[in-house]
């Protein structure tokens, strides 16, 4: 019975150490790497071949994409900075077929860019994001539009770094689960800020809020 016992217990220690050492970091292969690679190389970040080798090319790229994304530049793939490449965890939690990571991304980014806007303001720009995802003239990844170059001032201003308002997460499942106030629409902004000519040549779908929300 003792042996047993302890055989049970290294049997459940291996598989927690198992699943601590699931972190991919320099020396890692595998599928969890390829898509590291594919994302950052998306991004600018990586210029090497996504070969599912953590190497001491996408350790740097990883490290860059940390610094400039207000992680600690460790170079390694931990919780924190898979969440904001957004690739997602397998403990569920999410909402619509959406990861729990995929959730946390996407109430990060309503928070910086609808804070202070009425909550049916907060998931039309949740919806306008997933909209781009669908949309063939964006990226086919929530990480992907939400860290395409230019796409959010809220990247440029250290605001994706702010702590994210509990209303946020609300909206990005509300989002999620096919709420669009928006009405389809694939920009917005607050025309008391925009520089932009362009943006103000959209056709404007609806207004919540301070934000036009546009086709």
């Not at 207000?70 to 390694?76: E, K, N, S, Y």
């Not at 770094?161 to 946020?168: F, G, V, Y």
């Not at 499942?173 to 669009?180: E, F, K, P, Q």
Request: charged letters at 15%; aromatic letters at 10%; proline letters at 5%.
């Amino acid at each position: 019975m003792i042996l047993l016992l302890n055989l049970l217990i290294i049997a459940v220690v291996t598989r927690a150490g198992g699943t601590a050492q699931t972190l991919s970091k320099y020396g890692s292969t595998g599928t969890e790497v390829k898509k590291i690679q594919t994302r950052l190389k998306q991004w600018g970040y990586y210029k090497g071949s996504v070969d599912g080798i953590y190497g001491t090319a996408t350790k740097n790229a990883v490290i860059y994409f940390q610094r400039k994304n207000g992680l600690t530049p460790d170079g390694v793939a931990g919780p924190a900075t898979l969440a904001k490449i957004g690739i997602s965890s397998s403990g569920g939690g999410g909402a619509g077929g959406y990861g729990a990571n995929d959730v946390g991304l996407l109430a990060r980014v309503i928070s910086a860019e609808a804070r202070g806007e009425p909550y049916v303001g907060q998931v039309a720009v949740g919806a306008v994001i997933l909209n781009r995802v669908e949309h063939p003239s964006f990226p086919n990844t929530l990480a992907g539009v939400i860290y395409q170059p230019g796409a959010f001032s809220c990247l440029n201003d250290g605001g994706i770094n702010a702590p994210i308002a509990d209303s946020a997460y609300r909206a990005a499942r509300d989002a999620m689960n096919g709420w669009d106030p928006s009405g389809g629409a694939i920009y917005y902004y607050n025309p008391a800020k925009a520089t932009s000519s362009w943006i103000w040549s959209r056709p404007v779908i609806t207004v919540i809020g301070d934000h036009r929300f546009c086709s």
